[in-house]
């Protein structure tokens, strides 16, 4: 959709060590990313660090941006641009700090910050995956378009942002979540304690009895792959049931949203030990008092990164059915389906993207 507009938007990937600055124009960044330290212990360090990085943004530019418009970790009221709360990597915002109107009045532009993975999701359907699921289907002669999306970030947490009908669903007060649902292994735990970076350093250390291993995600990856010492079996299981773990959350989502599933991360890299556990759990079944299976999902589950499933995912099962009375008939397909897919943006792109986009639709409308 603005992947030709011409106006451009600054952007922040804001962390807890670093913030890294850049702007975009038609869904592309324009000028190398500046970083500095994002000071997130000091309020008045961090914000001028802030200032400063716009700035040097600004100074950069061949024109005057429309808008600034990123993503900040933690709890708050994004529509307010308010920042507030349990923030363990940004300690100096607990106390709440009105970061959209403070930029807004220093750089004279409209702020708009919204929660990295509402933006995750919102960059891969404007201009990521979701497109190119529908190309691909217009390609293959499919009919079906899509308009739905639920994006997940791996890494420090278990992100969601959801899309429907093509609008971000930012909820009646920004808390669209996931890493509070129940944890399918231990029922009193939150889901994200068995889906994000600790909890495959946990899992290695629990199957191998080494609990005080320095290890990380990617050393464990790389032991899974026989390309570092170590238990290799122990590391794959680690992988496997933060798949299953992952799949369980997401078929929950899945059931009350009826979306397609992107995604992204840094743990996303080692998806081909993740996903078989999470396909298995979105495509496993329940039971009923009658001791009847039910689908744990109500829709068939499709690899979208697997050429053939694809090809299977856009063919359904179509038939033709009659029109009672008459001897008119018409075709029906009764296979309600969906699919889970590897962002190609990458999730820092992605995120940025939805920013852009987010900022320019909001002007827009």
């Known amino acids: 959709m603005y992947q030709n507009d011409k106006r451009i938007v600054i952007t922040l990937d804001a962390g807890g060590t ?86 807004s009045r220093r750089f004279g532009l409209p702020v708009y910050i919204n929660n990295d993975g509402d933006l995750f999701a919102f960059g891969e359907a404007m201009a990521g995956v979701l497109p190119e699921i529908n190309g691909r289907i217009s390609r293959l002669g499919g009919t079906r378009r899509y308009t739905n999306l639920l994006g997940y970030t791996f890494g420090t947490g278990l992100g969601i942002g959801s899309v429907i009908n093509g609008n971000l669903n930012l909820g009646n007060n920004s808390c669209v979540e996931t890493f509070c649902l129940r944890n399918k292994h231990m029922h009193d735990i939150i889901v994200e304690e068995g889906a994000s970076i600790r909890a495959i350093k946990r899992e290695y250390g629990r199957l191998t009895g080494d609990t005080e291993h320095t290890l990380t995600p990617y050393d464990i990856f790389l032991i899974a792959e026989g390309r570092k010492e170590g238990d290799a079996e122990a590391a794959r299981k680690a992988f496997e049931l933060f798949g299953e ?72 099962s179509p038939t033709e059915i009659p029109v009672y009375g008459s001897d008119e008939k018409v075709t029906y397909d009764p296979m309600k389906r969906t699919g889970v897919i590897l962002s190609r943006l990458g999730a820092s792109k992605a995120i940025s993207t939805g920013a852009y986009v987010y900022a320019l639709s909001q002007l827009d409308s």
Do not use: W
Not at 285 to 290: D, G, Q
């Open 18 to 103: 670093n913030f890294v600055f850049s702007a975009m124009r038609g869904c592309e960044f324009i000028i190398d990313p500046i970083s500095h330290p994002s000071n997130s212990h000091d309020l008045d360090l961090c914000l001028g660090t802030m200032v400063k990085g716009f700035e040097e943004v600004i100074a950069q530019l061949p024109e005057k941006p429309v808008a600034i418009s990123f993503a900040f970790p933690g709890p708050a009221d994004y529509r307010a641009g308010i920042i507030g709360g349990y923030l363990p990597n940004f300690p100096s915002f607990r106390n709440g700090v009105a970061l959209g109107p403070f930029l």
């Open 245 to 316: 773990t992952a799949g369980d959350a997401f078929a929950t989502a899945l059931t009350l949203t009826d979306s397609l599933i992107v995604v992204g991360g840094g743990l996303a890299g080692a998806i081909k030990y993740i996903k078989p556990a999470m396909l298995r759990e979105l495509r496993s079944t329940l039971r009923t008092m009658a001791d009847e299976d039910v689908q744990r999902v109500q829709m068939k589950v499709f690899d979208l990164d697997d050429e053939k499933e694809f090809e299977e995912f856009v063919k359904g």
